[in-house]
């Protein structure tokens, strides 16, 4: 076996472990299922180019399983750096697209290979659909690097110095295959330049991701072990919630969460809920953020540009989900269903 081979056959391996790994883990956040899926599917793509020599045309059908590279990484890198709604419908329809069509192009050259089809109609179909995968690639592989520069204007230095290692690793294996291996000349080792980047590409990304989660999660370990904050840092703390509140309105979020909170300052959650009962009086997480949705939610009720506004839309518009819970809570701070508080404050 080649040297190559091997390379890419450890290339393979490690990305199998690597997602198995993550997949297996009992406490496991979104992130880490996006980086199983972006391994599983980048084991595949390597398995193709392994096997492109020596089973054509069958490695295709192993290429089209491999669907998900550029688009499971920016998936990983959402899930990763963003604190709450990380991942949306209009995201997962524009990672179909892309496999789509990768799985697409795949199956129309095993065809055409396959069954030696001479027909016009599927190279042009294949270059079309390669042109919309370099683009819609491309664009992806922008907007993981996005993901890591965007962090770095509003960080802590652990978060800073996480998204500094993330965006090198990244500019690396992107100038590696797309630039570099571009400008190789053809016979450069046998033509195998480009393979070779390719193996140093995915090797790197998939060691340095996998650090990079490690560093994370002993990150907050070593936060809980440190104890209770002293009276000067809780004050910095419930400054710092209070201004994600009360400035950035991040209780107007239907689905927020106190790990959400947690996250995005890089605190252990139970100082979050140490603050809520001991700054802010407030029973829990919950009791709070309701308290500030109702008293959004009473501003709407007494405006008079919103009076035509249906009381469903005046609860989703302060960040509860649906009627029910918006009803309880407003009833709860007010003694008055949202329709009598309206009418009341109307008549007055």
């Not at 880490?32 to 980048?42: M, N, R, V």
């Not at 000067?232 to 209780?251: C, G, M």
């Not at 953020?289 to 009076?307: F, G, P, W």
């Given at each position: 076996?080649?040297?190559?081979?091997?390379?890419?056959?450890?290339?393979?391996?490690?990305?199998?472990v690597?997602?198995?790994?993550?997949?297996?883990?009992?406490?496991?956040?979104?992130?880490?299922?996006?980086?199983?899926?972006f391994?599983?599917?980048?084991?595949?793509?390597?398995?193709?180019?392994?096997?492109?020599?020596?089973?054509?045309?069958?490695?295709?059908?192993?290429?089209?399983?491999?669907?998900?590279?550029?688009?499971?990484y920016?998936?990983?890198?959402?899930?990763?750096?963003r604190k709450?709604?990380?991942?949306?419908?209009?995201?997962?329809?524009?990672?179909?697209?892309?496999?789509?069509?990768?799985?697409?192009?795949?199956?129309?050259?095993?065809?055409?290979?396959?069954?030696?089809?001479?027909?016009?109609?599927?190279?042009?179909?294949?270059?079309?659909?390669?042109?919309?995968?370099?683009?819609?690639?491309?664009?992806?592989?922008?907007?993981?690097?996005?993901?890591?520069?965007?962090?770095?204007?509003?960080a802590?230095?652990?978060?800073?110095?996480?998204?500094?290692?993330?965006?090198?690793t990244?500019?690396?294996?992107?100038?590696?295959?797309?630039?570099i291996?571009?400008?190789?000349?053809?016979?450069?080792?046998?033509?195998?330049?480009?393979?070779?980047?390719?193996?140093?590409?995915?090797?790197?990304?998939?060691?340095?991701?996998?650090?990079?989660?490690?560093?994370?999660?002993?990150?907050?370990?070593?936060?809980?072990?440190?104890?209770?904050?002293?009276?000067?840092?809780?004050?910095?703390?419930?400054?710092?919630?209070?201004?994600?509140?009360?400035?950035?309105?991040?209780?107007?979020?239907?689905?927020?969460?106190?790990?959400?909170i947690?996250?995005?300052?890089?605190?252990?959650?139970?100082?979050?809920?140490?603050?809520?009962?001991?700054?802010?009086?407030?029973?829990?997480?919950?009791?709070?953020?309701?308290?500030?949705?109702?008293?959004?939610?009473?501003?709407?009720?007494?405006?008079?540009?919103?009076?035509?506004?249906p009381?469903?839309?005046?609860?989703?518009?302060?960040?509860?989900?649906?009627?029910?819970?918006?009803?309880?809570?407003?009833?709860?701070?007010?003694?008055?269903?949202?329709?009598?508080?309206?009418?009341?404050q109307?008549?007055?």
């Amino acid at each position: 076996m080649e040297l190559l081979h091997i390379a890419q056959l450890f290339v393979i391996v490690l990305a199998v472990v690597l997602a198995i790994i993550h997949y297996q883990l009992r406490e496991k956040n979104l992130f880490h299922l996006a980086f199983a899926f972006f391994c599983a599917s980048s084991s595949m793509h390597m398995s193709y180019i392994l096997t492109s020599d020596f089973w054509a045309p069958y490695h295709h059908l192993i290429g089209s399983l491999g669907f998900a590279t550029c688009s499971g990484y920016w998936i990983f890198a959402r899930a990763f750096f963003r604190k709450s709604n990380s991942i949306k419908r209009h995201h997962l329809v524009f990672v179909g697209l892309l496999a789509a069509a990768i799985i697409f192009r795949h199956l129309l050259r095993f065809i055409e290979q396959m069954w030696l089809a001479n027909t016009d109609w599927i190279p042009v179909l294949t270059t079309i659909l390669s042109e919309a995968i370099t683009l819609l690639s491309s664009g992806m592989l922008i907007l993981a690097f996005w993901e890591g520069y965007r962090v770095l204007q509003n960080a802590t230095a652990i978060q800073r110095k996480i998204s500094i290692i993330y965006l090198s690793t990244l500019i690396a294996g992107i100038v590696s295959v797309v630039f570099i291996a571009s400008a190789l000349p053809a016979h450069f080792l046998a033509g195998a330049g480009r393979d070779w980047l390719v193996v140093f590409s995915y090797t790197l990304i998939l060691t340095s991701t996998y650090a990079l989660i490690r560093f994370r999660r002993q990150q907050v370990d070593l936060q809980e072990q440190n104890g209770e904050p002293s009276a000067q840092e809780a004050d910095v703390l419930a400054e710092k919630i209070h201004t994600l509140f009360v400035e950035e309105k991040r209780f107007l979020e239907s689905n927020l969460r106190v790990a959400d909170i947690a996250r995005d300052l890089d605190v252990p959650e139970y100082r979050i809920r140490a603050i809520m009962l001991n700054h802010f009086n407030a029973k829990n997480f919950n009791h709070y953020i309701n308290q500030m949705r109702v008293e959004h939610a009473k501003t709407l009720l007494s405006a008079d540009d919103k009076k035509d506004w249906p009381v469903l839309v005046v609860g989703i518009e302060s960040g509860f989900a649906s009627s029910a819970p918006f009803t309880r809570a407003f009833k709860e701070f007010t003694g008055l269903t949202p329709g009598q508080y309206r009418n009341q404050q109307l008549a007055s």
